[in-house]
């Protein structure tokens, strides 16, 4: 499809930077220390440019529907972000926010899942998927305020705005549990609880996301069997675990039956995959790699 073709055409062959670290977290951050404000304040601004701002629809209507994001924001994302003239919607400000006013920009999160044996899970998208087919991931997808009852900025009495933007806040590390469990189809009970490690955006498009790291207690070889009835299997083709160390991965991929045959091992470890990831994800990997230094100089 025509959004899949272009998206692919903007996931590689830039001289720009990949992406930006908008915060970093390398001691990692617990939901009770993490606060979200919801706030129309921070709704995106329409742009003056009258022919810019009816190119939205133009483009938008070109989506492949992503999980339970809502189509409002989903047209006017791809409308934005993904529109050939993506570049003119962004204002000229040093200041992050501003300079993005004009853009879409929901977002996203991603997880490092750490398994028993000290290997990360990767994923590698279907060529089916709108956004970035057939490239190396982390297991994620985007928060969805609507599963705490939020689908508006106006409160109903009963909520204040100060609880409102607790429950987005609680919904930042809910919603990255779940993205894990139903990707690579593990049990929640085996997930430990999610650190927030801080926010990277890739340049190209100026997409937002937010990474966590979170510790599995099951083995590499039990993740990889358990991929195989995932409840978003569609979304990917194959799962790798692997090192961050040892130049070595361990493939399953859902073409070869039974699910439990491996292919031979990858030579690739974990910073030669990130490198062909979207940036985004690359900055994810840039977070992850500061709080792994970051724990070895506190050792």
């Known amino acids: 499809m025509e959004t899949s073709e272009r998206l692919s055409e ?17 001691s990692g951050l617990s939901p009770s220390e993490v ?40 047209v006017t994302f791809v409308g934005t972000n993904l529109n050939p003239l993506w570049e003119r919607f962004l204002f000229l400000s040093e200041d992050d926010w501003r300079r993005c006013q004009h853009t879409s920009n929901p977002l996203g999160n991603g997880a490092i899942v750490v398994t028993s ?29 609507q599963e705490v009852g939020i689908i508006s900025h106006h409160t109903d009495g009963e909520l204040t705005h100060q609880m409102v933007n607790r429950k987005v806040s609680q919904e930042m590390f809910d919603s990255i549990i779940r ?29 937002p996301t937010a990474f966590f790291f979170i510790k599995c207690d099951l083995p590499s070889k039990d993740i990889q069997q358990l991929y195989c009835s995932a409840q978003d299997g569609y979304e990917s083709t194959q799962l790798y675990t692997m ?29 030669d995959i990130a490198s062909k990831m979207p940036g985004c994800h690359q900055g994810g990997f840039a977070l992850y790699k500061l709080m792994v230094d970051a724990a070895k100089e506190n050792k």
């Open 10 to 26: 903007i996931g590689g062959g830039h001289d720009r930077p990949a992406f930006k670290l908008l915060l970093s977290c390398p």
């Open 35 to 74: 606060s979200v404000v919801f706030d129309q304040t921070y709704d995106r601004i329409p742009h003056p440019d009258i022919s810019l701002e009816n190119s939205i629809t133009e483009y938008g209507g070109h989506t492949l529907g992503e999980g339970l994001i809502p189509l409002r924001i989903l």
């Open 117 to 145: 044996d000290e290997e990360v899970v990767v994923l590698q998208r279907s060529t089916n998927v709108g956004e970035f087919p057939g490239h190396f991931v982390f297991p994620g997808g985007h928060p969805e305020p």
């Open 179 to 207: 993205e894990v469990v139903e990707e690579i189809g593990v049990p929640t009970a085996s997930l430990g609880k999610p650190v927030f490690i801080g926010i990277s955006q890739r340049v190209l498009n100026v997409r």
């Open 243 to 271: 090192s961050m160390d040892l130049s070595h991965a361990k493939l399953m991929t859902l073409n070869t039956p039974p699910c439990h045959d491996y292919s031979p091992p990858c030579k690739s470890n974990l910073a």
